[in-house]
Protein backbone atom coordinates (compact mmCIF):
# COMPACT_ATOMS: atom_id res chain seq x y z
CA UNK A 1 0.00 0.00 0.00
CA UNK A 2 1.07 3.71 -0.97
CA UNK A 3 -0.08 5.37 2.31
CA UNK A 4 -2.05 4.24 5.38
CA UNK A 5 -5.41 5.39 4.08
CA UNK A 6 -5.42 2.83 1.72
CA UNK A 7 -4.08 0.24 3.98
CA UNK A 8 -7.42 1.40 6.15
CA UNK A 9 -8.94 0.13 2.66
CA UNK A 10 -7.49 -3.00 2.70
CA UNK A 11 -8.75 -4.76 5.60
CA UNK A 12 -10.81 -7.74 5.53
CA UNK A 13 -11.91 -7.74 9.55
CA UNK A 14 -10.82 -5.93 12.81
CA UNK A 15 -12.56 -5.22 15.75
CA UNK A 16 -11.69 -1.85 16.24
CA UNK A 17 -12.63 -0.97 12.23
CA UNK A 18 -11.35 -1.75 8.94
CA UNK A 19 -12.63 1.22 6.69
CA UNK A 20 -13.61 0.06 2.98
CA UNK A 21 -13.65 2.57 0.28
CA UNK A 22 -14.94 5.10 -0.06
CA UNK A 23 -14.45 5.95 -3.63
CA UNK A 24 -15.21 3.17 -4.94
CA UNK A 25 -16.35 3.65 -8.65
CA UNK A 26 -18.08 0.18 -9.62
CA UNK A 27 -14.68 -1.23 -11.15
CA UNK A 28 -14.27 -3.76 -8.76
CA UNK A 29 -17.47 -4.72 -7.06
CA UNK A 30 -18.57 -7.36 -4.37
CA UNK A 31 -21.64 -7.68 -6.18
CA UNK A 32 -19.92 -9.54 -8.80
CA UNK A 33 -19.07 -12.23 -6.57
CA UNK A 34 -20.91 -15.76 -5.75
CA UNK A 35 -21.73 -15.82 -2.29
CA UNK A 36 -21.06 -19.32 -1.20
CA UNK A 37 -23.57 -21.72 0.07
CA UNK A 38 -25.05 -21.36 3.39
CA UNK A 39 -24.13 -23.53 6.25
CA UNK A 40 -26.89 -25.50 7.92
CA UNK A 41 -28.30 -24.47 10.86
CA UNK A 42 -28.95 -27.11 13.83
CA UNK A 43 -32.57 -26.51 14.35
CA UNK A 44 -32.78 -27.39 17.68
CA UNK A 45 -30.63 -24.47 18.31
CA UNK A 46 -33.01 -21.93 16.55
CA UNK A 47 -34.74 -18.93 17.68
CA UNK A 48 -35.69 -20.42 20.91
CA UNK A 49 -38.57 -18.04 21.39
CA UNK A 50 -39.43 -18.32 18.06
CA UNK A 51 -39.24 -14.94 16.61
CA UNK A 52 -36.71 -13.10 14.98
CA UNK A 53 -37.52 -9.13 14.18
CA UNK A 54 -40.45 -9.32 15.66
CA UNK A 55 -42.41 -9.72 19.27
CA UNK A 56 -40.04 -10.75 21.99
CA UNK A 57 -41.14 -13.11 24.69
CA UNK A 58 -41.35 -11.60 28.26
CA UNK A 59 -40.60 -14.16 31.16
CA UNK A 60 -42.82 -14.57 34.01
CA UNK A 61 -40.98 -11.71 36.32
CA UNK A 62 -41.44 -9.27 33.33
CA UNK A 63 -38.24 -8.92 31.60
CA UNK A 64 -38.03 -9.33 28.22
CA UNK A 65 -36.24 -12.56 26.95
CA UNK A 66 -33.70 -11.73 23.87
CA UNK A 67 -33.52 -13.68 20.76
CA UNK A 68 -30.80 -16.54 21.32
CA UNK A 69 -30.31 -16.86 17.78
CA UNK A 70 -30.02 -15.16 14.32
CA UNK A 71 -32.47 -15.46 11.59
CA UNK A 72 -29.77 -17.06 9.80
CA UNK A 73 -26.51 -18.92 9.73
CA UNK A 74 -23.60 -16.98 8.55
CA UNK A 75 -21.96 -17.63 5.12
CA UNK A 76 -19.02 -19.84 4.73
CA UNK A 77 -15.64 -18.14 4.09
CA UNK A 78 -13.59 -20.67 2.90
CA UNK A 79 -14.08 -20.14 -0.68
CA UNK A 80 -12.86 -16.35 -0.37
CA UNK A 81 -9.42 -14.65 0.54
CA UNK A 82 -7.75 -11.30 0.91
CA UNK A 83 -5.09 -12.61 -2.42
CA UNK A 84 -8.31 -13.64 -4.23
CA UNK A 85 -9.37 -10.24 -4.30
CA UNK A 86 -6.20 -7.91 -4.75
CA UNK A 87 -4.95 -10.65 -7.31
CA UNK A 88 -7.60 -9.38 -9.32
CA UNK A 89 -6.32 -5.40 -8.94
CA UNK A 90 -3.40 -5.60 -10.36
CA UNK A 91 -3.16 -2.62 -11.71
CA UNK A 92 -6.13 -0.94 -10.66
CA UNK A 93 -6.35 2.08 -7.76
CA UNK A 94 -5.97 0.44 -4.77
CA UNK A 95 -9.17 2.84 -3.09
CA UNK A 96 -11.24 1.67 -6.05
CA UNK A 97 -11.83 -1.32 -3.94
CA UNK A 98 -14.40 -2.70 -1.83
CA UNK A 99 -14.55 -6.23 0.20
CA UNK A 100 -16.83 -8.41 -0.34
CA UNK A 101 -19.65 -8.33 2.42
CA UNK A 102 -19.11 -12.50 2.67
CA UNK A 103 -15.93 -10.77 5.04
CA UNK A 104 -18.24 -8.92 7.06
CA UNK A 105 -20.60 -9.66 10.59
CA UNK A 106 -23.61 -8.39 10.88
CA UNK A 107 -23.09 -5.76 13.60
CA UNK A 108 -21.96 -2.25 13.10
CA UNK A 109 -18.73 -0.95 14.56
CA UNK A 110 -21.01 1.30 16.99
CA UNK A 111 -22.66 -2.33 17.83
CA UNK A 112 -19.25 -3.97 18.37
CA UNK A 113 -18.24 -1.53 21.39
CA UNK A 114 -21.45 -2.10 23.23
CA UNK A 115 -20.20 -5.49 23.47
CA UNK A 116 -18.04 -3.62 25.93
CA UNK A 117 -20.72 -3.95 28.28
CA UNK A 118 -22.12 -7.68 28.19
CA UNK A 119 -19.90 -7.79 31.91
CA UNK A 120 -21.60 -4.81 33.34
CA UNK A 121 -22.40 -6.63 36.66
CA UNK A 122 -18.17 -5.62 37.44
CA UNK A 123 -19.02 -2.12 37.72
CA UNK A 124 -22.06 -3.18 39.35
CA UNK A 125 -19.60 -4.76 41.86
CA UNK A 126 -17.00 -1.93 42.29
CA UNK A 127 -20.12 0.66 42.86
CA UNK A 128 -20.94 -2.00 46.11
CA UNK A 129 -17.36 -2.17 47.27
CA UNK A 130 -16.16 -0.38 50.11
CA UNK A 131 -12.75 -0.62 49.67
CA UNK A 132 -11.02 1.10 46.74
CA UNK A 133 -8.59 -1.65 46.08
CA UNK A 134 -11.36 -4.31 45.82
CA UNK A 135 -13.12 -1.48 43.29
CA UNK A 136 -9.54 -1.07 41.53
CA UNK A 137 -9.68 -5.11 41.00
CA UNK A 138 -13.36 -5.14 39.45
CA UNK A 139 -12.48 -2.60 37.05
CA UNK A 140 -9.23 -3.75 35.98
CA UNK A 141 -11.75 -6.89 35.31
CA UNK A 142 -13.89 -4.84 33.31
CA UNK A 143 -11.34 -3.71 31.39
CA UNK A 144 -9.92 -7.03 30.34
CA UNK A 145 -13.71 -8.74 29.73
CA UNK A 146 -14.64 -5.70 27.52
CA UNK A 147 -12.30 -7.28 25.03
CA UNK A 148 -13.44 -10.89 25.55
CA UNK A 149 -15.56 -10.79 22.79
CA UNK A 150 -13.18 -10.35 20.53
CA UNK A 151 -12.11 -13.96 20.89
CA UNK A 152 -12.50 -15.66 17.30
CA UNK A 153 -14.50 -12.85 16.09
CA UNK A 154 -12.60 -12.79 12.64
CA UNK A 155 -15.53 -11.07 10.82
CA UNK A 156 -15.35 -7.34 10.17
CA UNK A 157 -18.20 -5.85 11.61
CA UNK A 158 -19.56 -2.63 9.01
CA UNK A 159 -18.20 0.79 9.01
CA UNK A 160 -20.31 2.96 10.75
CA UNK A 161 -22.02 6.27 8.35
CA UNK A 162 -20.93 9.58 9.37
CA UNK A 163 -24.17 9.97 11.90
CA UNK A 164 -24.93 6.67 12.50
CA UNK A 165 -26.15 5.96 16.24
CA UNK A 166 -27.16 3.18 18.55
CA UNK A 167 -28.74 2.57 21.35
CA UNK A 168 -29.34 0.08 23.57
CA UNK A 169 -31.26 0.23 27.13
CA UNK A 170 -31.02 -2.91 29.17
CA UNK A 171 -33.48 -2.83 31.95
CA UNK A 172 -32.23 -6.04 33.47
CA UNK A 173 -28.81 -5.49 33.40
CA UNK A 174 -29.41 -1.83 34.89
CA UNK A 175 -27.89 0.46 32.01
CA UNK A 176 -28.52 2.49 28.88
CA UNK A 177 -26.18 3.05 26.01
CA UNK A 178 -25.89 5.86 23.05
CA UNK A 179 -22.72 5.57 20.63
CA UNK A 180 -22.51 8.31 17.20
CA UNK A 181 -20.23 8.14 14.46
CA UNK A 182 -18.49 10.93 14.58
CA UNK A 183 -15.91 11.53 12.13
CA UNK A 184 -15.69 9.29 8.59
CA UNK A 185 -12.35 10.73 8.06
CA UNK A 186 -10.81 9.83 10.64
CA UNK A 187 -13.47 6.79 11.75
CA UNK A 188 -14.14 8.08 15.04
CA UNK A 189 -16.75 6.31 17.27
CA UNK A 190 -17.93 8.15 20.58
CA UNK A 191 -20.30 6.47 23.39
CA UNK A 192 -21.54 7.50 26.64
CA UNK A 193 -23.04 4.75 29.24
CA UNK A 194 -24.93 5.39 32.41
CA UNK A 195 -26.54 3.10 34.94
CA UNK A 196 -29.88 3.55 35.45
CA UNK A 197 -29.83 3.83 39.22
CA UNK A 198 -27.47 6.75 38.41
CA UNK A 199 -24.74 4.52 40.03
CA UNK A 200 -21.97 5.09 37.89
CA UNK A 201 -21.20 6.91 34.00
CA UNK A 202 -19.08 4.77 31.09
CA UNK A 203 -17.96 7.22 28.17
CA UNK A 204 -15.10 7.50 26.04
CA UNK A 205 -14.09 7.76 22.16
CA UNK A 206 -12.38 5.46 19.55
CA UNK A 207 -10.28 6.27 16.76
CA UNK A 208 -7.39 3.55 15.96
CA UNK A 209 -4.44 3.51 14.24
CA UNK A 210 -4.04 1.10 11.42
CA UNK A 211 -0.82 -0.27 10.19
CA UNK A 212 -0.81 -2.97 7.48
CA UNK A 213 2.45 -5.51 7.74
CA UNK A 214 1.70 -7.70 4.90
CA UNK A 215 1.07 -10.79 6.91
CA UNK A 216 -1.05 -9.13 9.37
CA UNK A 217 -2.65 -5.93 10.49
CA UNK A 218 -2.26 -4.30 13.76
CA UNK A 219 -4.90 -1.48 15.06
CA UNK A 220 -3.10 0.47 17.78
CA UNK A 221 -6.16 1.79 20.21
CA UNK A 222 -6.22 5.91 20.58
CA UNK A 223 -8.88 7.54 22.52
CA UNK A 224 -9.67 7.66 25.92
CA UNK A 225 -12.43 5.45 27.63
CA UNK A 226 -13.30 6.98 31.51
CA UNK A 227 -15.44 5.10 33.78
CA UNK A 228 -16.86 6.94 36.78
CA UNK A 229 -18.57 5.77 39.70
CA UNK A 230 -20.93 8.30 41.18
CA UNK A 231 -21.06 7.16 44.66
CA UNK A 232 -17.80 7.13 44.98
CA UNK A 233 -16.93 9.82 43.31
CA UNK A 234 -14.16 8.23 41.30
CA UNK A 235 -12.86 8.33 38.14
CA UNK A 236 -10.66 5.58 36.43
CA UNK A 237 -9.26 6.10 32.74
CA UNK A 238 -7.79 3.81 30.36
CA UNK A 239 -6.66 2.69 27.11
CA UNK A 240 -7.42 -0.77 25.23
CA UNK A 241 -4.21 -2.77 24.09
CA UNK A 242 -3.46 -3.34 20.33
CA UNK A 243 -5.33 -5.72 18.75
CA UNK A 244 -3.28 -7.93 15.77
CA UNK A 245 -5.32 -10.23 13.54
CA UNK A 246 -2.86 -12.10 12.25
CA UNK A 247 -2.92 -14.33 8.04
CA UNK A 248 -4.71 -11.95 6.09
CA UNK A 249 -2.99 -13.12 3.03
CA UNK A 250 -3.30 -17.13 3.54
CA UNK A 251 -3.59 -18.96 6.50
CA UNK A 252 -5.99 -19.70 9.51
CA UNK A 253 -6.74 -16.00 10.70
CA UNK A 254 -6.10 -15.34 14.43
CA UNK A 255 -6.05 -12.41 16.70
CA UNK A 256 -4.00 -11.04 19.75
CA UNK A 257 -4.33 -8.61 21.98
CA UNK A 258 -0.92 -7.23 23.46
CA UNK A 259 0.56 -3.76 25.37
CA UNK A 260 0.50 -1.93 28.21
CA UNK A 261 -2.66 -0.78 29.67
CA UNK A 262 -2.50 1.50 32.57
CA UNK A 263 -5.92 2.30 34.88
CA UNK A 264 -5.82 5.33 36.79
CA UNK A 265 -7.64 6.16 39.65
CA UNK A 266 -7.76 9.89 39.92
CA UNK A 267 -9.34 10.18 43.06
CA UNK A 268 -7.09 8.19 45.18
CA UNK A 269 -3.63 7.77 42.67
CA UNK A 270 -4.18 3.91 42.73
CA UNK A 271 -2.84 2.44 39.34
CA UNK A 272 -3.79 -0.61 37.99
CA UNK A 273 -0.48 -1.82 35.11
CA UNK A 274 -2.06 -4.55 32.61
CA UNK A 275 0.28 -6.22 30.52
CA UNK A 276 -1.30 -8.15 27.45
CA UNK A 277 1.46 -10.53 26.55
CA UNK A 278 2.01 -11.07 22.90
CA UNK A 279 1.71 -14.77 21.63
CA UNK A 280 6.13 -15.36 21.94
CA UNK A 281 7.69 -18.44 20.68
CA UNK A 282 5.71 -21.34 20.26
CA UNK A 283 2.45 -19.61 21.24
CA UNK A 284 3.49 -20.11 25.24
CA UNK A 285 2.42 -16.58 26.13
CA UNK A 286 -1.14 -16.56 23.80
CA UNK A 287 -3.87 -14.62 25.61
CA UNK A 288 -1.73 -14.70 28.45
CA UNK A 289 -2.38 -10.93 30.99
CA UNK A 290 -0.13 -9.99 33.83
CA UNK A 291 -0.02 -6.74 36.00
CA UNK A 292 -0.23 -5.23 39.42
CA UNK A 293 -2.48 -2.61 41.26
CA UNK A 294 -0.17 -0.18 43.18
CA UNK A 295 -0.73 2.72 45.52
CA UNK A 296 0.34 6.26 44.72
CA UNK A 297 3.17 5.53 46.87
CA UNK A 298 4.01 2.77 44.01
CA UNK A 299 4.02 -0.11 46.70
CA UNK A 300 2.31 -3.01 44.45
CA UNK A 301 -1.05 -3.92 46.80
CA UNK A 302 -1.67 -6.95 45.33
CA UNK A 303 -0.93 -9.28 41.44
CA UNK A 304 -3.67 -10.09 38.61
CA UNK A 305 -3.02 -12.82 36.19
CA UNK A 306 -4.95 -14.99 33.79
CA UNK A 307 -6.05 -14.83 30.09
CA UNK A 308 -8.22 -12.43 28.15
CA UNK A 309 -9.82 -15.35 26.49
CA UNK A 310 -10.64 -17.45 29.72
CA UNK A 311 -10.21 -15.56 33.59
CA UNK A 312 -8.81 -13.46 35.69
CA UNK A 313 -7.18 -14.23 39.14
CA UNK A 314 -5.52 -12.14 41.95
CA UNK A 315 -3.34 -12.46 44.68
CA UNK A 316 -0.78 -10.95 46.96
CA UNK A 317 2.85 -10.09 45.69
CA UNK A 318 4.60 -12.27 48.13
CA UNK A 319 2.19 -15.55 47.14
CA UNK A 320 3.05 -14.50 43.55
CA UNK A 321 6.39 -14.41 43.33
CA UNK A 322 7.08 -17.32 45.44
CA UNK A 323 4.92 -19.30 42.99
CA UNK A 324 7.37 -17.60 40.21
CA UNK A 325 10.77 -18.72 41.89
CA UNK A 326 9.11 -22.28 42.43
CA UNK A 327 7.98 -22.79 39.15
CA UNK A 328 10.61 -21.57 37.56
CA UNK A 329 12.93 -24.06 39.47
CA UNK A 330 10.57 -26.86 38.19
CA UNK A 331 10.82 -25.86 34.91
CA UNK A 332 14.86 -25.69 34.55
CA UNK A 333 15.33 -28.95 35.97
CA UNK A 334 12.68 -30.32 33.06
CA UNK A 335 14.14 -28.32 30.55
CA UNK A 336 15.41 -29.70 27.15
CA UNK A 337 16.98 -28.11 24.09
CA UNK A 338 16.34 -29.35 20.75
CA UNK A 339 17.11 -27.50 17.15
CA UNK A 340 13.95 -29.55 16.02
CA UNK A 341 12.06 -26.96 18.45
CA UNK A 342 13.42 -23.96 17.32
CA UNK A 343 11.24 -22.14 14.57
CA UNK A 344 12.43 -18.59 13.08
CA UNK A 345 10.11 -15.54 14.24
CA UNK A 346 9.00 -15.47 10.44
CA UNK A 347 7.78 -18.38 10.59
CA UNK A 348 6.03 -18.03 14.43
CA UNK A 349 4.17 -14.90 12.77
CA UNK A 350 2.40 -17.12 9.84
CA UNK A 351 0.98 -20.22 11.76
CA UNK A 352 -1.87 -20.11 14.30
CA UNK A 353 0.04 -20.88 18.03
CA UNK A 354 -1.24 -24.03 19.59
CA UNK A 355 -3.40 -22.72 23.31
CA UNK A 356 -0.73 -24.28 25.31
CA UNK A 357 -2.99 -24.74 28.83
CA UNK A 358 -5.40 -22.87 30.50
CA UNK A 359 -4.54 -20.40 33.43
CA UNK A 360 -2.53 -22.27 36.25
CA UNK A 361 -3.51 -21.21 39.46
CA UNK A 362 -2.07 -20.16 42.18
CA UNK A 363 -3.61 -21.20 45.73
CA UNK A 364 -4.66 -18.57 48.07
CA UNK A 365 -5.84 -16.56 44.41
CA UNK A 366 -9.45 -15.12 44.43
CA UNK A 367 -10.96 -14.96 40.96
CA UNK A 368 -12.30 -11.23 39.44
CA UNK A 369 -13.87 -12.71 35.85
CA UNK A 370 -14.68 -15.53 33.71
CA UNK A 371 -15.76 -15.40 30.42
CA UNK A 372 -19.36 -16.41 29.66
CA UNK A 373 -19.96 -19.78 27.70
CA UNK A 374 -21.16 -18.83 24.08
CA UNK A 375 -24.24 -20.41 22.70
CA UNK A 376 -23.77 -23.93 21.39
CA UNK A 377 -24.02 -23.05 17.49
CA UNK A 378 -22.07 -19.62 18.16
CA UNK A 379 -19.65 -20.76 15.43
CA UNK A 380 -21.99 -20.62 12.70
CA UNK A 381 -23.31 -17.33 14.37
CA UNK A 382 -19.95 -15.59 13.35
CA UNK A 383 -18.85 -16.74 16.86
CA UNK A 384 -21.17 -14.35 18.57
CA UNK A 385 -21.54 -14.45 22.07
CA UNK A 386 -25.20 -14.89 23.66
CA UNK A 387 -25.18 -10.77 24.66
CA UNK A 388 -24.18 -9.88 20.87
CA UNK A 389 -27.24 -11.98 19.12
CA UNK A 390 -29.10 -9.62 20.59
CA UNK A 391 -27.65 -6.45 19.48
CA UNK A 392 -29.52 -6.10 16.47
CA UNK A 393 -32.96 -7.22 17.26
CA UNK A 394 -35.70 -4.84 16.01
CA UNK A 395 -38.37 -5.68 18.18
CA UNK A 396 -42.03 -5.10 17.51
CA UNK A 397 -42.54 -0.86 18.28
CA UNK A 398 -38.83 -0.34 17.69
CA UNK A 399 -38.79 1.64 14.94
CA UNK A 400 -41.21 4.34 16.12
CA UNK A 401 -38.99 5.55 19.04
CA UNK A 402 -35.67 4.46 17.55
CA UNK A 403 -33.30 7.88 15.70
CA UNK A 404 -33.58 7.02 11.99
CA UNK A 405 -30.16 6.88 12.49
CA UNK A 406 -30.12 3.68 14.44
CA UNK A 407 -27.90 1.02 13.15
CA UNK A 408 -31.02 -1.42 13.27
CA UNK A 409 -32.56 0.25 10.42
CA UNK A 410 -29.31 -0.03 8.24
CA UNK A 411 -31.11 -2.29 5.20
CA UNK A 412 -27.30 -3.88 4.63
CA UNK A 413 -26.78 -5.16 8.06
CA UNK A 414 -30.37 -6.91 8.19
CA UNK A 415 -30.48 -8.15 5.16
CA UNK A 416 -27.16 -9.64 5.79
CA UNK A 417 -28.37 -10.59 8.81
CA UNK A 418 -31.18 -12.55 7.08
CA UNK A 419 -29.25 -13.95 5.07
CA UNK A 420 -30.27 -12.62 1.66
CA UNK A 421 -26.12 -11.82 1.14
CA UNK A 422 -27.14 -10.35 -2.39
CA UNK A 423 -28.94 -7.32 -1.34
CA UNK A 424 -26.91 -6.76 1.50
CA UNK A 425 -24.33 -5.93 -0.98
CA UNK A 426 -26.21 -3.67 -3.28
CA UNK A 427 -27.54 -1.75 -0.40
CA UNK A 428 -24.06 -1.39 1.13
CA UNK A 429 -23.33 -0.06 -1.93
CA UNK A 430 -26.01 2.30 -2.17
CA UNK A 431 -25.56 3.57 1.42
CA UNK A 432 -21.68 4.13 0.41
CA UNK A 433 -22.75 6.00 -2.51
CA UNK A 434 -25.21 7.89 -0.68
CA UNK A 435 -22.81 8.94 1.85
CA UNK A 436 -20.21 10.41 -0.81
CA UNK A 437 -22.87 12.29 -2.49
CA UNK A 438 -23.92 14.22 0.58
CA UNK A 439 -20.46 15.22 1.26
CA UNK A 440 -19.59 16.56 -2.10
CA UNK A 441 -22.92 18.43 -1.54
CA UNK A 442 -21.80 19.59 1.66
CA UNK A 443 -18.30 20.63 0.20
CA UNK A 444 -19.87 22.23 -2.82
CA UNK A 445 -22.22 24.29 -0.28
CA UNK A 446 -18.84 24.84 1.98
CA UNK A 447 -21.12 23.62 4.88
CA UNK A 448 -19.52 21.68 7.73
CA UNK A 449 -20.85 18.52 9.07
CA UNK A 450 -22.65 19.06 12.95
CA UNK A 451 -22.38 16.29 14.97
CA UNK A 452 -25.79 15.62 16.37
CA UNK A 453 -25.61 13.49 20.35
CA UNK A 454 -21.55 14.79 20.81
CA UNK A 455 -18.90 17.58 20.65
CA UNK A 456 -15.02 18.20 21.03
CA UNK A 457 -13.70 18.85 23.97
CA UNK A 458 -11.15 17.94 26.57
CA UNK A 459 -11.24 14.45 29.16
CA UNK A 460 -11.56 16.54 32.41
CA UNK A 461 -9.70 13.91 34.21
CA UNK A 462 -6.94 13.33 31.72
CA UNK A 463 -6.77 16.50 30.14
CA UNK A 464 -6.43 15.13 26.54
CA UNK A 465 -9.04 15.63 23.14
CA UNK A 466 -12.05 13.79 23.62
CA UNK A 467 -15.28 13.74 22.45
CA UNK A 468 -18.07 13.83 24.96
CA UNK A 469 -21.72 13.29 25.19
CA UNK A 470 -23.90 16.53 24.91
CA UNK A 471 -27.25 14.84 26.66
CA UNK A 472 -30.51 14.84 24.98
CA UNK A 473 -30.70 11.78 22.95
CA UNK A 474 -33.53 10.10 25.42
CA UNK A 475 -36.00 13.13 25.20
CA UNK A 476 -36.44 11.62 21.59
CA UNK A 477 -36.30 14.63 19.87
CA UNK A 478 -35.29 12.91 16.55
CA UNK A 479 -36.40 16.02 13.87
CA UNK A 480 -33.19 16.83 13.04
CA UNK A 481 -31.11 13.41 12.47
CA UNK A 482 -29.73 13.56 9.12
CA UNK A 483 -31.03 11.23 6.37
CA UNK A 484 -28.36 8.45 5.76
CA UNK A 485 -30.37 5.31 5.23
Not at 8 to 16: D, H, I, Q, R, S
Not at 421 to 442: H, N, P, V
Request: glycine share 6%; charged share 25%.
Amino acid sequence: CSSEEETKKLLPFGFYTGFDSDNSSGEFSEANHKVPEMLDLDPHQSNRTGKHNGETEIQENGIKRHRTSLPAPMFSRSDFSVWSILKKCIGLELSKITMPIVFNEPLSFLQRITEYMEHIYLINKACSHADPLERMQAVAAFAVSAVASQWERTGKPFNPLLGETYELTREDLGFRFISEQVSHHPPISAFYSEGLNKDFVFHGSIYPKLKFWGKSIEAEPRGTITLELLKHNEAYTWTNPTCCVHNVIIGKLWLEQYGVVEIVNHSTGDKCVLNFKPCGLFGKELHRVEGYIQDKHKKKLCVIYGKWTECLWCTDPTTYETYKKSEKRGSEQKKKSSEEDIKSENDEADDMPEVQDTVQFIPGSKLLWRINCRPPNSSQMYNFTSFAVSLNELESGMEAILAPTDCRLRPDIRNMENGNMDLASKEKERLEEKQRAARKERAKDEVEWHTRWFHQGTNPYTGTPDWLYSGGYFDRNFSDCPDIY
